[in-house]
């Protein structure tokens, strides 16, 4: 099945340090990927949607400069947290659509950023 | 605004016991509906999805959900858990063309051995 590989899986970065997130869809073309936040013992927030080749859509409230979304290819998506504060330690998640009538979407393992 | 409601915040159980989780939506359109699972540590994991045709859909691990369109619900529903049930159960909703998914808070259930 389609799977979603992502690194890495934790982190523990300094405070003003920038932190990347590797997103890559092994066996299909993900053209459409999303990215979450996940607070504990909450649900899913929704960042953003990023397409291949073109900028990314943010939600309302997040912002675009703090957490740089890069889509370059159809199997790479990457989210780069820029100058990490304490209150962006969370677990990100990214997910890939996958394409068909039935659609459904995949989602990478996580990643755990500690900000200290 | 699109929402998705999930009325129980958290479950116990004991084995053996059956299991119904809410879910409901608000949205006028056609809506394609989701159930992922979350075991402790690990990422989340697709029960089952409804686009169309029977409203009653059957997953995986003997999970099966309904979609009542009358209601705006798509319950999940398993008639023995297990203790290797216990995880955070997610319901989720796509609207119209876009691929969003529109998520609810989440349900913790516990099943006791």
């Known amino acids: 099945g389609a799977v979603v590989s992502q690194h890495p899986s934790w982190v523990i970065c300094k405070s003003g340090t920038s932190v990347k997130i590797e997103c890559r869809s092994l066996d299909f073309q993900a053209t459409t990927m999303f990215w979450y936040r996940q607070f504990p013992k909450q649900s899913l927030m929704l960042m953003a949607t990023s397409n291949e080749g073109s900028k990314a859509t943010y939600e309302q409230g997040v912002e675009k400069d703090k957490f740089l979304i890069n889509h370059a290819s159809l199997t790479l998506s990457t989210l780069t947290v820029t100058s990490a504060h304490p209150e962006d330690s969370s677990f990100y998640i990214c997910?890939?659509?996958?394409?068909?009538?039935?659609?459904?979407?995949?989602f990478g393992s996580g990643t755990r950023l500690t900000v200290v | 605004a699109q929402s998705v409601s999930q009325h129980n915040h958290h479950v116990i159980l004991s084995e053996a016991a059956s299991l119904e989780l809410g879910c409901n939506y608000s949205y006028g359109g056609t809506v394609n509906l989701f159930w992922y699972v979350q075991y402790p540590g690990q990422h989340l994991q697709l029960l089952l999805k409804?686009?169309?045709?029977d409203p009653l859909v059957k997953g995986i691990k003997g999970f099966e959900a309904e979609f009542i369109k009358s209601k705006f619900s798509f319950n999940l529903r398993k008639p023995s858990v297990q203790w290797s049930d216990t995880a955070e159960y997610f319901c989720a909703v796509n609207a119209g063309n876009n691929r969003k998914l529109i998520w609810g808070l989440g349900t913790s259930l516990a099943v006791n051995p």
């Open positions: 997910s890939a659509s996958l394409q068909g009538a039935n659609y459904g979407y995949t």
């Open positions: 409804y686009f169309s045709g």
